[in-house]
């Protein structure tokens, strides 16, 4: 346990940084999953899904929770997939 004050706040501020991660990349993970499922069983409405998933691609790649090169990767799968 840090005895310094500002040491202090980086272990309040870093677990607070990482719980928020946490949940932007699991909220990441649960919308390309929906949307695989989507385009598996060919939903009516996997277009939207699609649609959302890309959204929370770029938002994720625009805060840094991922890299550029792993969001287009991530979207280029989608898109082959909903083509195909």
Request: hydrophobic share 45%; proline share 1%; aromatic share 0%.
């Amino acid at each position: 346990m840090p005895n310094i004050k500002s040491a202090k706040k980086r272990v309040k501020v870093n677990a607070a940084k990482a719980a928020r991660n946490k949940a932007a990349n699991s909220d990441l993970k649960t919308a390309i999953k929906k949307a695989n499922t989507a385009i598996a069983t060919n939903a009516e409405n996997k277009d939207e899904l699609v649609k959302a998933a890309v959204k929370k691609i770029d938002k994720a790649a625009a805060s840094n929770l991922i890299h550029k090169n792993c969001a287009a990767r991530k979207k280029s799968s989608l898109a082959k997939k909903a083509n195909a």
